[in-house]
């Protein structure tokens, strides 16, 4: 159809949209309703393509957001996220407002699931999808994660200094394993290569011993199953996929196997049987978000082991390549002194983005993070911002504005954690009452949530806002060729800038001032929905400047269509969040748009020359 015809073709549509939600008709199984404050380009499914997230109207997605959360790993909710759903709904909204995401990975229990071999406690599953709805009644796309950390807390006794999660009791008494202990432990994930019962009860799951990994495959697609019969067509739209298992481990290797043979032969295999499970569940066109071994990107030598899924080919749009990534060195207080710099984790989430494309398929980053309290706390300001740094750009701050075009797609991300009950748990260790936690994240020691409840009950950060709350490009009307975000986020009393404006774009540096700023750089697609980008709560509508060859503007204005091409507009779900939409009428045109909080009612003539210096800058490097 040539692109006249579609244009006109959108607007009819466009204008139908708005009827749709001025009127707000009533739902029905052929028009479901979208979240509070949609759009008519809201609420479709995400797909992958061009090894990139899509959405229905062609633009490129990113994800970002939190894991919700650890309490799932705990038994004082019964493996479950929140303790209700009115939690759940207060941890959705505060996510939306206070932490800027669209995105959760939503934990799952196994043993929860099934505590009894071959029967799947309905109970359990209607709670997870109760809660599961206020994420995605708040327009927050979600991602179930059937999680394990130590295969399960079964394997440890009521005296143990560790415990783990995942699997059924009745798993673990198949295998009669031997009495656990992980020798001299500093980290619980030792227990991962020196606990013989671990180790054991890993390597039966992966070779199918007693049946474990058929039982788990038939769980997990009757909880499929279950929601997607549980959840109506628009909240089933805002599944964006299922994360088969946390972590992966052989815990031992079989003799003359290693871990890249490992994953040939046994993990890329369970991970075919799961994509067969999510097509008889009814999710065909969902991704699986597959986990590589989990130290194929380990940043310590002696951990690293080779792997990424090598072997397993061209993945597709039916797979995601989904990894982990902490800093260990920093966690270990030892290998890495200091604090993290520009550009510190730029190479290991590069490997991200080039394991990603040469497997064809999209990326996304479903744990980082750094401990808030011990003796390296003082190093997670610098860390988590080089983390998000890393996953806006694969050029350092310090070069950007000299290469941006190497930046890379942006990369999606959930950050571990966010976790209301932070500081107020009551969990039995391994069920002794005699070792009641409730401290930081009550397992295993870890402190490592965003947020926490205050004594009113109030939902509040435990990290600045400037670093959670961040500008991203949350949909790109095309695709994506740069992007970068000055957060100007703290350390302590100091004021972290690691990509200041250059002195060679004068107007701009004037107009950014010591205020936050974004730089998105896109080439337009065929599509006629808006480019989108998340606005934190730090970038007001009366005080944000935006200069874009689109259009520029100080305050700008409400959306009203491409009439409007730069404009503000409510995000989905009725939480007070905002996005700015930017709007294009053409193909395959480059655009850029400079978004800033550091102008106070800037004059027309710097904003006429920072558009002019940001044109020609532009110009000369795409």
């Given at each position: ?86 939690d759940a709904e207060k941890s959705a909204t505060a996510l939306r407002a206070l932490g800027g995401a669209n995105t959760v990975r939503f934990l799952l229990s196994w043993a929860h699931a099934e505590p009894v071999r071959g029967q799947v406690d309905t109970g359990y599953l209607a709670a997870v999808t109760e809660q599961m709805r206020a994420f995605l009644d708040a327009g927050i796309r979600v991602f179930p994660d059937f999680h394990q950390d130590l295969y399960s807390r079964h394997l440890f006794n009521s005296g143990s200094w560790y415990t783990g999660d995942g699997a059924p009791k009745w798993a673990v008494d198949a295998g009669s394993y031997p009495a656990e202990s992980c020798g001299i432990c500093l980290f619980w994930g030792q227990n991962i290569t020196q ?428």
């Open positions: 159809m040539p692109n006249i015809r579609v244009r006109l073709l959108v607007v009819l549509v466009v204008l139908c949209g708005f009827l749709t939600v001025t009127g707000h008709p009533p739902a029905t199984a052929a028009t479901p309703a979208l979240p509070a404050d949609s759009l008519w380009f809201d609420g479709t499914p995400l797909t992958v393509q061009g090894g990139r997230f899509t959405d229905g109207q062609g633009r490129e997605i990113v994800l970002r957001g939190y894991n919700v959360s650890g309490e799932t790993k705990l038994e004082e909710n019964g493996g479950l996220p929140f303790a209700s759903v009115a606990n013989a019962a671990v180790q054991q009860a890993q390597y039966d799951f992966w070779h199918n011993t007693y049946g474990l990994q058929d039982a788990f495959l038939t769980t997990a697609q009757t909880a499929m199953a279950y929601l997607r019969q549980h959840l109506n067509a628009a909240e089933f739209a805002g599944i964006a996929g299922f994360d088969p298992y946390n972590e992966p481990y052989a815990g031992r290797y079989d003799s003359g196997q290693a871990s890249r043979t490992w994953e040939k032969d046994l993990l890329w295999p369970f991970y075919e049987k799961f994509r067969a499970r999510m097509d008889a569940a009814g999710w065909q066109d969902r991704p699986t978000l597959v986990e590589p071994n989990l130290f194929w990107n380990a940043n310590i030598s002696t951990q690293k082991q080779e792997g990424g899924l090598l072997d397993a080919g061209t993945l597709g749009p039916g797979y995601v390549f989904n990894t982990h990534f902490y800093d260990q060195k920093a966690i270990s207080g030892i290998l890495m002194w200091g604090k993290a710099a520009d550009g510190q984790y730029a190479a290991d989430f590069a490997a991200v983005r080039d394991r990603a494309a040469a497997a064809g398929t999209a990326a996304v980053v479903s744990e980082f993070g750094h401990p808030l309290s011990g003796t390296v706390s003082d190093k997670a300001p610098t860390v988590l911002k080089a983390m998000y740094q890393a996953l806006d750009s694969r050029v350092p701050g310090a070069s950007w504005w000299q290469t941006p075009a190497a930046s890379g797609p942006v990369l999606s991300g959930t950050q571990w954690q966010w976790d209301l009950y932070n500081g107020r748990h009551h969990e039995l260790m391994n069920g002794n009452p005699d070792k009641v936690r409730t401290s930081g994240d009550a397992w295993n020691d870890e402190d490592l949530s965003a947020v926490r409840l205050d004594d009113s009950g109030n939902v509040i950060l435990r990290q600045d806002a400037r670093l959670l709350d961040r500008l991203y490009p949350s949909a790109t009307a095309g695709t994506a060729l740069a992007f970068t975000y000055e957060d100007r986020s703290r350390d302590g009393s100091t004021t972290l800038t690691w990509n200041p404006v250059p002195s060679s774009l004068p107007n701009v540096a004037k107009l950014v001032g010591s205020g936050q700023y974004g730089l998105l750089v896109w080439r337009s697609g065929d599509g006629s929905a808006p480019t989108e980008l998340h606005l934190p709560a730090s970038f007001p509508t009366a005080s944000t400047t935006v200069v874009s060859d689109l259009g520029t503007a100080y305050a700008p204005p409400v959306y009203t269509g491409a009439a409007t091409p730069v404009a503000v507009a409510p995000e989905p779900g009725g939480t007070g969040s905002r996005r700015l939409l930017l709007t294009d009428t053409d193909s395959g045109a480059l655009h850029y748009a400079l978004v800033t909080n550091g102008a106070t009612a800037p004059s027309a003539g710097l904003l006429s020359a920072a558009e002019s210096e940001l044109a020609g800058w532009a110009a000369a490097h795409f």
